[in-house]
């Protein structure tokens, strides 16, 4: 009666999307009920179903198109996608990963790209990293080196057999496992790890503190769910909003907290709340990030212009008849919200599939 159940609240899943993406597409009526009836004999003979090419890529795209978190959606038509469904081994994965970022940093003009490896109900591998790329952390003398977000992950490298340089920006391995198999450990070659030294224009001794980032933002850790299909593993990025280096990763304080540094290369006043010494560190700080990331050739937004991208996006949605969804916490940018359309206006945090979803962490499981 359960399998029945779950067939049965598949087969609907699986219908809706093929109903949207289709119609989408440009398809027939004939063209949608023939495939909805292909999708019920394979569900009713293995219990599952199969993408084709065509609907893992519009799929894909949709997710984008439906994440309500995200600010940049106005793109969601050129996500690239690898189609890495046959995958089996560590290894295999580990190489499409490579040439995932390679293809996505293509010199410094970032590509928008996803890569789909096996649906959920035919492999059990996951990628533990959070980000593709993302710097490790150590616990030394009671305070953290690097970034404290990624202690946890760095134990279980270290517990791997992994060791880093020990410095604030080294760059974790890629860690692929199956569920009761342990799991295996990759360095990326330098092509595949490009980073961006952060200095500023106005006050070059800020680049003695020796700060960098890197290039790419990978998200590797959600979920990919498609009519009713998960993709537990499906590594995608885009391109950075400067705000998400400059005002979270290097100024907040269980991160890199670089803002009093900050304050004191720019002369600042620090002694009263009052003089807002943080306010202008932070935007300076901001400021060092896209000019950096400008000098380097490197892909990057300003929060501003990014406003203006998804003002877009929404006029494009609304002449297709589409209902914009948006989480509003995550939508507004943490330097100057007010400056944007999007702080003033309401949207609803409804979930619409296709999605990326969180899921549960492979090594705190």
């Excluded at 996006?313 to 948006?326: H, L, S």
Aim: aromatic share 10%; charged share 25%.
């Amino acid at each position: 009666m359960e399998k029945l159940k779950e067939s049965t609240l598949l087969l609907e899943e699986a219908a809706h999307f093929i109903e949207t993406c289709y119609l989408e597409l440009g398809k027939s009526e004939q063209q949608i009920r023939r495939r909805v009836a292909e999708i019920e004999q394979e569900i009713g003979s293995s219990g599952s179903y199969v993408h084709t090419m065509e609907e893992l890529q519009h799929g894909a795209r949709m997710a984008w198109r439906n994440n309500n978190r995200c600010i940049g959606r106005l793109f969601w038509q050129t996500l690239e996608i690898f189609d890495e469904r046959d995958a089996e081994t560590e290894e295999q994965v580990f190489s499409a990963i490579v040439r995932h970022l390679r293809f996505a940093f293509n010199g410094g003009q970032i590509r928008p790209a996803i890569t789909v490896f096996k649906q959920s109900d035919k492999s059990r591998m996951r990628i533990w990293n959070h980000q593709l790329l993302r710097y490790a952390a150590y616990e030394r003398d009671g305070r953290i080196i690097g970034d404290s977000s990624s202690l946890a992950l760095t134990q279980q490298c270290e517990a791997l057999g992994w060791r880093g340089a020990g410095s604030d920006f080294d760059l974790l391995p890629v860690v692929i496992g199956e569920a009761g198999k342990q799991p295996k450990w990759f360095e990326l070659p330098a092509d595949a790890k490009p980073e961006v030294e952060i200095s500023h224009p106005d006050w070059p001794v800020m680049a003695e503190l020796g700060v960098k980032w890197y290039a790419v933002p990978l998200i590797s850790d959600m979920k990919l769910e498609i009519g009713g299909i998960e993709y537990c593993m499906a590594p995608f990025n885009g391109w950075y909003m400067g705000t998400e280096i400059g005002a979270r990763n290097l100024a907040d304080e269980d991160r890199y907290g670089l803002l009093p540094k900050m304050a004191e290369i720019m002369g600042l006043d620090t002694s009263s709340q009052r003089t807002l010494w943080k306010d202008k560190a932070l935007v300076e700080l901001n400021v060092a990030v896209l000019e950096s990331f400008a000098e380097a050739g490197v892909t990057i937004v300003d929060h501003h212009t990014a406003a203006k991208q998804f003002k877009n996006f929404e006029k494009i949605e609304e002449r297709e008849g589409r209902k914009v969804t948006g989480n509003w916490a995550w939508l507004i940018p943490p330097v100057s919200p007010a400056t944007t359309h999007i702080f003033h206006k309401p949207y609803k945090n409804d979930i619409v599939k296709p999605n990326y979803f969180y899921q549960q962490t492979p090594y705190k499981g």
